[in-house]
């Protein structure tokens, strides 16, 4: 039986595959088989110095508040879609045909090929729950579909993926937001719910709130 989630998503990192990053909210009792995948080697990074423990509560507030207002203020990126707009920007891929073809792929531990980059999401039984498709021809959107090529979520990366910082913004099958992500480095993600609200930031393979409590540990950071 599938659980509901507490986090929107729970964060499996690999490098340059977005798609990866996230598992939808209903989607609990996955764990990802281990793959590293380098899709395009980002520019030098500034240092990222992480001091969320030991600062202040307002002082969290104020970051808070700073990722807040970049994901959904200064954003110059697409936020919000109609259905019917979701649906006609999106119609190519909301039925993945060649499912068969890509579900045999990514149960077989297949991660990349001439079109794109895959990545799978199983049970703790290992039975593949969902995949993502990332296209090398589109790399700033990605996909996740059910076993049978149906379309749950849609993630749409900013133009400056994948160098940071940048934005990460989920979507289901009616175009309604589902999560935000600000990417400020590899190690270093805040993260926002649909109604804006802030969930947790992750530094490295740790998930703390905003009160500076670790609620959280990702697998294959």
């Known amino acids: 039986m599938i659980k509901k989630a507490l ?4 964060l499996t990192l690999l490098t340059g595959f977005s798609t990866c990053y996230a598992i939808p909210e209903e989607i ?3 764990e990802q088989k281990p793959q590293v995948q380098e899709q395009v ?17 307002e002082q969290r507030e104020e970051y808070i508040k700073e ?13 919000y879609f109609d259905k019917e707009e979701f649906k006609t920007k999106f119609k190519p891929y909301m039925k993945d045909k060649n499912f068969k073809h890509h579900y045999f792929y990514v149960n077989n531990g297949i991660t990349e090929d001439e079109e794109a980059k ?5 049970y703790k039984n290992d039975t593949l729950m969902i995949y993502a498709i990332q296209y090398k021809n589109n790399p700033r959107q990605a996909f996740y579909y059910s076993p049978f090529g149906k379309m749950y ?39 926002f719910g649909p109604d804006k609200e802030f969930q947790g930031v992750w530094y490295k393979d740790k998930l703390y709130n905003k009160n500076g409590k670790q609620t959280l540990t990702r697998n294959n950071w």
């Open 7 to 10: 986090l929107t998503f729970v």
């Open 41 to 57: 080697t980002p520019q030098a990074q500034a240092v990222v110095t992480f001091d969320w423990l030991d600062i202040s509560p």
């Open 118 to 122: 895959y990545c799978a999401f199983y």
């Open 67 to 79: 990722f807040k207002t970049k994901l959904f203020e200064t954003n110059t990126s697409k936020i």
């Open 153 to 191: 979520y849609a993630d749409v990366m900013s133009d400056e993926y994948p160098n940071f910082p940048y934005t990460s913004m989920q979507y289901d099958r009616k175009g309604r937001l589902s999560s935000a992500i600000y990417f400020v480095s590899r190690d270093l993600q805040y993260m």
């Open 28 to 30: 609990v009792e996955i």
